[in-house]
């Protein structure tokens, strides 16, 4: 069974800088994607960013295009996301979140979150102004 773990969240003021990380387990995460989706208060849950497991091909949304990154340790089956410059819109709900949709080469790094099977529980940012 697939457990993503979500840590690293917290409160940051404007400008400043977190990393969050997601640990996951019960299965080879080689032939998978795995990405950030987030859910800000009173919004729907929305596409953060991505990355493919086997070649680290990633896809990030506009709206952190430029200030967050996305990594990979294959070994120890984690996905990070280092955040800089945070703004207080980017308050939210970060969740974790996996698939392994070979027909889409490898796993899915698009935007369509219903394209992603497996979620963790989520870790909370807040960014204050």
């Known amino acids: 069974q697939v457990q993503l773990v979500e840590s690293g969240g917290g409160l940051v003021q404007a400008g400043g800088s977190l990393r969050l990380s997601c640990a996951a387990s019960g299965r080879t995460f080689s032939d998978y994607a795995m990405g950030w989706l987030l859910q800000a208060p009173g919004k729907e849950r929305e596409f953060g960013a991505a990355i493919r497991f086997s070649t680290g091909d990633t896809n990030f949304a506009n709206s952190v295009k430029g200030r967050f990154t996305i990594s990979r340790d294959n070994a120890e089956n984690t996905v990070y996301l280092q955040m800089n410059s945070l703004k207080p819109e980017d308050t939210a709900v970060y969740y974790c979140?996996?698939?392994?949709?070979?027909?889409?080469?490898?796993?899915?790094?698009?935007?369509?979150?219903?394209?992603?099977?497996?979620w963790g529980q989520g870790t909370q940012v807040t960014v204050s102004s």
């Open positions: 979140a996996a698939n392994g949709r070979y027909a889409l080469g490898l796993g899915y790094i698009g935007s369509s979150i219903t394209l992603y099977d497996y």
